[in-house]
């Protein structure tokens, strides 16, 4: 199975196999392997599915929660593992299962608490303005994955390096280098280039990973991109679901609005009238959110 996994440019993407060899990117954990191997089958055992799933208490309520959650407008709710499984549909399930993994996947710790909470109140923002938006191609399921993924090699990172939430801060504030160079500056590697490595190894989508490689560069946004569409709705889907938090929420100004708005906006075929009116209807989805 491990052999037949897309590889992202990583012959022309020096970066990308440096990081690869230096960073220790954790392992897609069996379960996980399991799940996607059974999801793959040309005829999958959802009751072998379920058990499997059902196996796991957190994974089983973490599936269940997210599959009700008020952010995705569902004609049913689910009762068990196997009623989530039939309404999700298996490609979206393995996806939501993989980012409930994730959290588990590095140590609690508050700083981490916090990161995973921000996560996912970015991601249910995403689900909630990829259907909002209602754009042909970017579905509120997908849009909730790549939220919570978009960020993840900062945990990897964090581990990693002592100082990088230093580097954070460093380059949270910088409003003219790029976020990622100025990563590059201090650590020689960023948390894009290494949150690409690790959604490719956990078999999200290429859309996905790939936008996850470019989520904090202009030119991806730019006219004339070539990356994929999807990967770029993504890109400015979460760029504008971190502003709006930041903006209803009054916490901390990034610098990434400057650099990144105006293209994200341009993208999702928005003005600033549209932005008004989402801050509005916003506000009431972030103060219902638990």
């Given at each position: 199975m491990t052999d037949e996994q897309p590889q992202y440019h990583a012959k022309t993407d020096p970066q990308l196999e440096?990081?690869?060899?230096?960073?220790?990117?954790?392992?897609?954990?069996?379960?996980?392997?399991?799940?996607?191997?059974?999801?793959?089958?040309?005829?999958?055992?959802?009751n072998k599915l379920t058990d499997l799933i059902s196996a796991d208490v957190a994974l089983a309520a973490g599936l269940l929660?997210?599959?009700?959650?008020?952010?995705?407008i569902r004609p049913q709710r689910a009762r068990s593992v196997h009623d989530a499984l039939s309404i999700l549909g298996l490609r979206?399930?393995?996806?939501?299962?993989?980012?409930?993994i994730l959290r588990k996947a590095f140590p609690n710790s508050p700083s981490m608490v916090r990161f995973w909470e921000a996560s996912a109140r970015t991601a249910r923002l995403c689900a909630w303005l990829a259907a909002r938006l209602d754009i042909p191609?970017?579905?509120?399921?997908?849009?909730?994955?790549?939220?919570?993924?978009?960020?993840?090699?900062?945990?990897?990172?964090?581990?990693?390096?002592?100082?990088?939430?230093?580097?954070?801060?460093?380059a949270n504030l910088?409003?003219?280098?790029?976020?990622?160079?100025?990563?590059?500056?201090?650590v020689q590697t960023n948390h894009a280039v290494v949150g690409c490595?690790?959604?490719?190894?956990?078999?999200l989508p290429e859309d996905m990973y790939i936008a996850v490689r470019h989520h904090h560069q202009v030119k991806a946004l730019a006219s004339g991109s070539d990356l994929p569409q999807n990967s770029r709705l993504f890109i400015a889907t979460t760029q504008l679901a971190e502003h709006i938090v930041q903006e209803q929420l009054g916490l901390d100004m990034t610098r990434e609005w400057p650099k990144l708005g105006a293209a994200s906006l341009r993208t999702l075929k928005l003005d600033d009238e549209d932005l008004s009116f989402l801050y509005s209807e916003a506000q009431q989805?972030?103060?219902?959110?638990?």
């Open positions: 440096h990081s690869l060899l230096e960073i220790e990117i954790p392992p897609c954990p069996e379960i996980l392997i399991r799940i996607i191997a059974e999801t793959g089958k040309d005829e999958p055992d959802f929660k997210t599959t009700n959650s008020p952010f995705f979206i399930a393995s996806h939501t299962i993989a980012g409930i191609g970017l579905n509120a399921d997908d849009a909730y994955t790549y939220g919570l993924f978009h960020d993840c090699g900062i945990p990897v990172l964090i581990g990693r390096f002592p100082n990088y939430k230093d580097v954070l801060g460093a910088d409003a003219e280098m790029e976020f990622t160079a100025r990563e590059e500056a201090l490595a690790l959604a490719q190894k956990w078999w989805i972030l103060s219902s959110a638990e």
